[in-house]
Nanobody, 125 residues
Framework: QVQLVESGGGLVQAGESLRLSCTAS????????MGWFRQAPGKEREFVAT???????AYPDSVKGRFNISRDNANNTVYLQMNSLKPEDTAVYYC???????????????????WGQGTQVTVSS
């Protein structure tokens, strides 16, 4: 079992920044591919970013250039730096882990094995 705890959410104004953190349990974090997804009320869960265990990253066009995902394997933590936030970024942000060394289909929520409880991000206009 892998436990994931997200933190860093909050209420900000449009144009401001936030950094989310997600800390994982387990001794093999360096082998996990990690992601960030978000879900707004009434909408499906949406891919935001992924960082593979190899270090590669991917983003959808909606956040590319504004969001940056990084990881600290020594501290079992993945980060999501969010800049130039917009009201449409408002959602609950989730941090999942994929633990099987595969780097395929990381944009799809169903391919992750473990999920955190989420952290709320609210961006006011």
């Amino acid at each position: 079992q892998v436990q994931l705890v997200e933190s860093g959410g909050g209420l900000v104004q449009a144009g401001e920044s936030l950094r989310l953190s997600c800390t994982a349990s387990g001794r093999t974090f360096r082998r996990y591919s990690m992601g960030w997804f978000r879900q707004a009320p009434g909408k499906e869960r949406e891919f935001v970013a992924t960082i593979m265990w190899t270090g590669g990253t991917a983003y959808p066009d909606s956040v590319k250039g504004r969001f940056n995902i990084s990881r600290d394997n020594a501290n079992n933590t993945v980060y999501l730096q969010m800049n130039s936030l917009k009201p449409e970024d408002t959602a609950v942000y989730y941090c999942p882990a994929k633990v099987d060394l595969s780097t395929s289909y990381l944009l799809i929520a169903g391919n992750y094995h473990y999920w955190g409880q989420g952290t709320q991000v609210t961006v006011s206009s």
